[in-house]
């Protein structure tokens, strides 16, 4: 009989202390922490064509624009790093609170977090209007938008010729933009 894993949790305060001083990223998710990974060229390019239209969009306005290295406080207990976000607070020089769109790009090693927990988790932040989960090895971008209502609808697209349209912040992209140069398997 194998022995139990003992688990050792540690406070936000403690998180946050040793994260701002650290040269490794982590995610903080109710007392647990998770070393991030490494990216390929692939993910590192199709996140840096969503940020740099959205840092030229809002640089020198009241929101930013952020990529991988700001941390996200999700919920009262969680900190995720985004691969992009935009947020219009400033609670803090080392994270943000209040996100009015998310964008991940999916890897082999958090697909199923970012399609699913992180989803779960963005989707209760009240400034969040919309995430944007894109995948990496195939044009496939998935982008779930909050209603007026407060319901949340789900779009899929997969087409190269096909417009994301991201009324948070009055920005579209066609997937050729996010895709260009990319070669898939």
Request: hydrophobic residues 35%.
């Amino acid at each position: 009989m194998g022995l139990a894993k003992v688990k050792n949790y540690i406070s936000i305060e403690d998180y946050l202390a040793a994260e701002n001083d650290g040269e490794i990223r982590h995610e903080y998710i109710y007392g647990e922490v998770y070393a991030m990974a490494g990216t390929s060229d692939v993910h590192n390019r199709i996140t840096a064509r969503f940020f740099t239209k959205l840092f030229q969009k809002f640089d020198g306005s009241n929101c930013d624009a952020f990529m991988t290295d700001m941390k996200l406080q999700a919920d009262e207990a969680t900190f995720y790093y985004p691969d992009v976000f935009v947020a219009c607070d400033n609670p803090d020089k080392y994270f943000r609170r209040e996100p009015i769109l998310v964008i991940e790009v999916l890897s082999p090693t958090t697909e199923r977090t970012d399609k699913h927990e992180k989803l779960n988790v963005y989707r209760q932040i009240p400034t969040l209007q919309e995430y944007v989960i894109v995948a990496q090895e195939k044009i496939w971008v998935e982008l779930h938008q909050k209603q007026k209502d407060g319901i949340w609808t789900r779009t899929q697209f997969t087409e190269i010729n096909e417009v994301l349209e991201l009324k948070s912040v009055d920005l579209s992209f066609t997937l050729e933009e996010v895709y260009r140069g990319i070669k898939f398997d």
